[in-house]
C-alpha cells in the first residue's frame, strides 16, 4: 500500500496537535517533536489502518526495530510516550475501543532472557515419554498435558477439583489463580478425551489429582517430580520444570500467529503488555512448519 502524504497527517492527528495546543498549552517546540515522532511512526507501523487501530504487537515490533537502528532507551520512551497520548485522545474521542500502550512502559520491553522453552518436537517426546499403562502413570500423563495444554501455573493444576472440569464446555475452570484472576482455559479435544476416561476412576468430587500413597490433593513438589521424571525419559535437559511447560504453551501459540490478547486471557495475565516477553519467538521463526499443538496423540 503507498505510504501517506507525511506533509499533511490524519485529520484525528491534526486534531490532537491543535488539542495540545489550544488545551494542552503545549510549547510549539514539543508539538513539533510530538509530530516528528507521529511521524516516524506512521512510517514504520503499517498504513492500512490509522495508528490508533493498531494492535500492542505492532507497537512492541516499532519499538524493537527503533532501537536496532539505534535509538537509545531515552528517545525510545519518548517515542512511547507521544504515541500513547495520541492513542488516548483517540480512545477518549470516541474513535478507538482502547488504547493499547495504556499502562505499559519500555522496561517491558528489556527482557534480555527469554523464558526457557521447548521446541514443538521436545514438546511431543515429553508428551511421548508419558505413555505407560496403569493408573498412576495416567495420572502424570495429565499432569504434563494439562501444563502444557492449558498454560497452568503449578499451585493452579493442584488446586484443580474434579467439578472444575466443564463437560459441556469443554473447559476448566481455574479459580484459585495469581491476582485472583479466575478464568476458564478450553482443553484440547485429545486431551478431553483422555480427562474423560481418567475421570471414570475418580469420582465426582474432591480433588482432580491426588497424591498415590496418603490420597491427599498433589502438592508443588508432587507436579515438579512428575514433570522430572518425564523430562528424564524424554531424555530432555534438567532445566525442564511446570513452569516451562507454562512457557512452551505460550510461546507456541504466539508461534501460530495466536493474538496476543487471546493469549494473555489464557494465561491469566492482567494484560497483553504483560505477555510481551514471549514475543522473541518470532523473528526468523517459519510459522509456515508451524501447523498444530500436537497434544495427546498416541503413536
Known amino acids: 500500500m503507498t505510504k501517506p502524504n507525511l506533509d499533511q497527517l490524519d485529520p484525528v492527528i491534526e486534531g490532537y496537535l491543535s488539542y495540545l495546543d489550544k488545551v494542552g498549552r ?25 495508528l490508533w487501530r493498531l494492535k500492542f504487537e505492532d507497537y ?22 507521544h504515541v500513547r497520548g495520541l492513542l488516548e485522545y483517540a480512545w477518549r474521542s470516541g474513535r478507538s475501543e482502547r488504547n493499547v500502550l495504556d499502562g505499559f512502559s519500555l522496561q517491558h520491553t528489556i527482557r534480555h532472557t527469554p523464558p526457557k522453552s521447548l521446541t514443538l518436537e521436545e514438546a511431543q517426546r515429553l508428551v511421548e515419554a508419558t505413555t505407560v499403562p496403569g493408573a498412576v502413570p495416567r495420572r502424570d500423563r495429565l499432569v504434563v498435558l494439562l501444563l502444557y495444554g492449558c498454560g497452568l501455573r503449578t499451585e493452579e493444576l493442584c488446586s484443580l477439583d474434579v467439578a472444575h472440569v466443564n463437560r459441556e464446555r469443554h473447559e476448566l475452570l481455574v479459580l484459585k489463580t495469581k491476582g485472583d484472576r479466575p478464568r476458564a482455559v478450553p482443553i484440547p479435544e485429545a486431551v478431553y478425551t483422555e480427562l474423560l476416561a481418567y475421570l471414570l476412576d475418580h469420582g465426582k468430587r474432591g480433588p482432580l489429582f491426588r497424591t498415590t500413597t496418603r490420597k491427599s490433593r498433589v502438592r508443588a513438589h ?12 524424554a531424555g530432555l535437559p534438567d532445566y525442564v520444570t511446570p513452569r516451562t511447560l507454562r512457557h512452551s504453551f505460550a510461546t507456541h501459540l504466539m508461534d501460530r500467529g495466536v493474538d496476543l490478547a487471546v493469549i494473555a486471557s489464557l494465561m491469566g495475565h492482567r494484560s497483553p503488555q504483560e505477555t510481551g516477553v514471549y514475543l522473541h ?13 500436537t497434544l495427546g496423540e498416541r503413536s
Not at 71 to 80: M, R
Not at 222 to 233: E, P, Q
Open 222 to 233: 508432587d507436579i515438579c517430580a512428575v514433570v522430572s521424571a518425564a523430562a528424564r525419559r
Open 60 to 81: 512492541l515490533h516499532w519499538l524493537e526495530a527503533e532501537r536496532q537502528k539505534g535509538a537509545t532507551e531515552s528517545t525510545l520512551a519518548k517515542y512511547l510516550s
Open 26 to 50: 503545549k510549547m510549539p517546540r514539543t508539538i513539533i517533536d510530538v509530530r516528528c515522532t507521529l511521524r516516524r511512526a506512521i512510517t514504520g507501523l503499517p498504513t492500512d489502518v490509522p
Open 281 to 293: 519467538v518470532l523473528p526468523g521463526r517459519p510459522q509456515a512448519a508451524v501447523r498444530k499443538l
